[in-house]
């Protein structure tokens, strides 16, 4: 096959040079209106294309590829005095799999066990191109089927606005839930 990224042959989805130079991990924080620390691990336009091909035959390689270089790195070295969950936002399945449950599925390690199923959105709006206006008008009305008082990490693919991940941690309080922070792949908006 040829590689994703510059069309050289190549035995896995990149290239070991773009593997390289796409799949180093350019870390950035965001700190949501709540408080909510969001920890992204790759700049949007650096993966964009691969993120786009997530609804073709191999969108599951393509996540099981990022959340190796990514949310796995991570567990590895995170610690925590007891259990926390791993919550995927809105872990349906599309085309065969769902985004989110990969990489919720990568952080898996003594510290940490991934739930899912158990923050789904009843709405099925995108999100994709719309304004903030647009995003707020329109809420995604999770329901939450976590243990109370469970201590969680939330986790999804994107943070564009951060409206989603504003209102699914606003959600878990009412519920007596802790929202450690969130990881997201890639971060979309870096101003
Ligand atoms: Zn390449």
Redesign the pocket.
């Known amino acids: 096959m040829r590689?994703?990224?510059?069309?050289?042959w190549?035995f896995k989805l990149?290239?070991?040079?773009?593997?390289k130079q796409l799949l180093t991990p350019k870390p950035s924080q965001r700190v949501l209106l709540n408080g909510l620390k969001v920890n992204s691990f790759f700049a949007y336009d650096d993966i964009a294309f691969l993120l786009h091909a997530k609804h073709k035959v191999y969108g599951s390689f393509i996540f099981e590829l990022l959340a190796k270089h990514s949310f796995e790195i991570f567990a590895k070295t995170f610690h925590f005095p007891e259990k926390i969950l791993a919550v995927p936002i809105d872990d349906r399945i599309k085309d065969g799999y769902s985004h989110t449950a990969i990489l919720a599925k990568a952080l898996k390690s003594d510290s940490i066990k991934p739930r899912y199923k158990a923050l789904q959105a009843t709405t099925s709006y995108s999100y994709s191109g719309q304004s903030l206006a647009f995003r707020k008008s329109h809420p995604r009305r999770f329901v939450c089927k976590l243990p109370k008082n469970s201590k969680v990490i939330l986790v999804d693919d994107l943070i564009t606005s951060g409206q989603t991940l504003l209102e699914a941690s606003e959600l878990l309080k009412k519920f007596q839930i802790t929202p450690l922070f969130a990881l997201t792949l890639a971060n979309a908006n870096l101003n």
Do not use: F, I, S
């Open positions: 590689c994703l990224h510059c069309g050289t190549a990149l290239c070991p040079v773009c593997q």
